[in-house]
């Protein structure tokens, strides 16, 4: 199998989720502040870090979802791993206003669990299609369960 290079997928894969991450960001910029002004459990990262490790999972992302999309998978595969590409990164967009602008801490928890639930998913479909693509998404994986720590403790610390 030869891989042939499509730059406009690419560019696209790439857009989706820092856009998605980016207008999370945007919608929630006002209260980001909120992170420094509660409790916050043992092994807490400092606040600029979080926008450093989400660029790179944002950019992972889109890698894997460009290796899928370009693969030679069956068209009804694609479109499985697609849909549920789809709702992680509507789970993953919604969990930040809810988190830091209704400060839902406990809603947010429940989202955080359904978003690993389906990032555990992605990762299985996309492997299936693309090895790469699935182990591109174990570092995400990784991140949302210690964002799933850091969560649950705020919600019990506040």
Request: glycine fraction near 4%.
């Amino acid at each position: 199998m030869v891989f042939k290079f499509n730059l406009k997928r690419f560019l696209i894969s790439i857009a989706i989720p820092l856009i998605v991450g980016g207008l999370s960001a945007l919608i929630t910029s006002e209260n980001m502040n909120l992170y420094s002004r509660i409790e916050t459990p043992l092994l807490s990262p400092p606040g600029w870090i979080f926008p450093v490790v989400w660029t790179i999972l944002y950019t992972l992302m889109g890698v894997s979802f460009y290796l899928v999309w370009n693969s030679n998978a069956a068209i009804f595969e694609k479109k499985q791993a697609f849909t549920i590409y789809a709702i992680q990164l509507f789970l993953n967009f919604i969990w930040s206003p809810i988190f830091f602008n209704m400060r839902a801490y406990l809603i947010a928890f429940i989202v955080l669990l359904a978003l690993w639930g389906f990032v555990l998913a992605m990762i299985i479909k996309f492997y299936k299609i693309s090895k790469l693509a699935g182990i591109l998404q174990i570092p995400y994986l990784i991140w949302l369960t210690f964002a799933g720590y850091l969560n649950l403790a705020i919600y019990l610390l506040n």
